[in-house]
């Protein structure tokens, strides 16, 4: 399961959200009190795991939003081509890769054969996180 329903109230700053079907992290978070003809309110801005891009909603508090399941598993370097980055799971010996693209540039200098690195997986997409 890549997402569950949690409440738009329980939701803090630096947890994680699925708006537009893209997993975000919170960032800045308000909440409205009840007016006299609704209910409170939550103003919720995240910034996306994958893309970097800026995301807003505002819903009521008792509301079920998506919160995407981060899983963090421990990849090693296998071997850097020119387009992508060969890891292999730690754990289930799977064989992967990831576009040199999608990788930090600070994180591209610190990677070479045989290092291990954190790597989340997040709704069906993997990011290469830190050097362990």
Do not use: N
Not at 67 to 77: D, G, I, N, R, Y
């Amino acid at each position: 399961m890549s997402k569950k329903p949690v409440d738009a109230g329980s939701l803090k700053v630096g947890s994680y959200i699925v708006i537009d079907e893209a997993p975000c992290r919170i960032v800045e978070m308000e909440k409205s009190k009840p007016g006299k003809h609704g209910s409170a309110k939550a103003r919720i801005v995240a910034i996306g795991l994958f893309d970097g891009v800026k995301r807003s909603i505002v819903v009521p508090v008792d509301q079920k939003v998506d919160q995407p399941v981060v899983e963090k598993k421990t990849a090693q370097t296998i071997a850097i081509t020119p387009t992508s980055v060969q890891l292999m799971d730690l754990s289930t010996y799977e064989v992967y890769e990831v576009p040199k693209s999608e990788v930090e540039p600070d994180l591209l200098d610190k990677l070479a054969t045989g290092v291990e690195v954190e790597v989340w997986e997040v709704m069906g997409m993997r990011k290469l996180m830190r050097v362990k």
